[in-house]
């Protein structure tokens, strides 16, 4: 499976963001799709992981009402809206694949996307 992230930039506090991760290779629809970010001098953390099916989604508790992710099986790719953007949502966006569906942690997940930058300006 390979992941491919884009949509980052630089964006003024309160606008907004759509971040997109292309998926490829075999078999990659049985896949738990998740968003991670990690700001600088920070651990990674977990944002959001949705099925392609969109079925089953969930977010850090933090998150719930400005981010929302969303799988589109048809052009493989799965997104992220962020809304009502914060400089403390600044960092690097990663997307993740694995196979626990649901799980918010890192290490469930096998395939990870080069990460885009996402920088919040006061």
């Known amino acids: 499976v390979q992941l491919q992230a884009s949509g ?8 907004s963001l759509r971040l997109s991760c292309a998926a490829s290779g075999r078999t990659f629809s049985s896949y738990n799709m998740a968003w991670f970010r990690q700001a600088p001098g920070k651990e990674r953390e977990f944002v959001a992981c949705t099925t392609w099916s969109g079925s089953r989604t969930k ?10 992710i969303s799988a ?7 997104y992220l809206q962020m809304n009502s953007l914060k ?7 990663y ?7 649901s799980s ?11 990460g885009t930058l996402v920088t919040v300006s006061s």
């Open 72 to 78: 589109d099986s048809a052009k493989n790719t799965v």
């Open 59 to 68: 977010y850090v508790d933090s998150l719930k009402g400005r981010f929302t």
């Open 87 to 93: 400089p403390e949502d600044t960092g690097g966006y």
């Open 104 to 114: 918010s942690s890192p290490h469930d997940y096998y395939f990870w996307g080069q």
């Open 8 to 15: 980052g930039g630089l964006v003024q506090a309160g606008g």
């Open 95 to 101: 997307c993740a694949a694995g196979f626990s569906v």
